[in-house]
């Protein structure tokens, strides 16, 4: 009889405690949302007008379930204070003044998923941190490329598809010129714009690829290869995108445009992403037949 008394006299203490520790974060996190609500805002208003970031609203919810999803082996680990969290906090505000003076929308909204970070540190520890490490990685995806890093990469892109468009379009038979990001063919001009990139398809697919391989793959080694996989294949489908468009557009020139070109930027994303699922179970079930013999 003493012994069941006194085990339901510590649990209820532990459990008031962790209670306690994440009612104290969430009130933090309702001050730092109202300390950046018009950076919020902000960046909700560029999601809703912005189509490279069709994916962005979604990113939250996915970083919210990846939390819920480790919410037992959250409450497992003991609430710690780290004062490099207060300080991450306090950066983060001086970065928000100094990206506004500037007029950088990049440097607040970066603030605010340091503020983040930093409350977490701050709150719960190091442990913690690395627990959420992949949801916080995720959030990054809320937030626009840097304009500079934004056109850079986009111009390579650009280059890239041009090239690769003009040697397909060779080898069908087309009589093809290129200078630069501008394709010409016999009666028509394709110029491949910031929009003909890949760089939309890429970013989507990218959310994609990561969300799908947290959840459906463990190993390390294969969610690198599926990320660099995923770079392969948005770059080979934004290629036959182009070419699909000039060749289409040698026949009708309205069929490449409109319509047609806002539909066939979602089908490169969609069959891009299933082939990343395709190619993850042809390596997984290359893995396991091979296991069996590197066990003997």
Known sequence: MN??????????????AQRFSWQIMAWFATCI???YAPVIVDLVQQWMTDDDLAHA??????????????????????????????????????????????????????ALLLSVMGLV????????????????????????????????????LQLLASRMAEGSLDLLGYTVLREGNIIELVGRKLSVVEACSGIRSLYSLLFLTLTYSYFMEPKNWMRLLLILWTLLA?????????????????????LAEGIYHAVTGWTITLVSFAFVIIFHRFVRSIYRSMRPRHAH
């Not at 012994?3 to 203490?13: D, F, I, K, N």
């Not at 505000?93 to 990049?106: C, N, Q, W």
């Not at 948005?234 to 309205?254: C, D, F, Q, Y």
């Open 3 to 16: 012994q069941s008394e006194t085990v339901p006299s510590t649990l209820p203490t532990e459990t008031k």
């Open 33 to 35: 949302a109202i300390c």
């Open 57 to 110: 609203p979604f990113a939250p919810f996915v970083a919210a379930y990846i939390v819920w999803h480790k919410r037992d082996e959250l409450k497992s680990i003991p609430a710690t204070c780290s004062n490099w969290g207060l300080s991450a906090v306090v950066f983060a505000a001086i970065l928000t003044l100094v990206g506004t003076m500037l007029e950088s929308k990049f440097l607040p909204r970066s």
């Open 121 to 156: 540190l701050y709150l719960r520890g190091v442990n913690t941190v690395r627990k959420v490490g992949f949801a916080l990685l995720m959030l990054l995806f809320m937030i626009p490329l840097p304009w500079y890093f934004y056109k850079q990469l986009t111009f390579q």
């Open 234 to 254: 948005a770059i080979l489908a934004n290629t036959a995108r182009i070419v699909a468009s000039a060749t289409v557009g040698s026949l009708n020139p309205e």
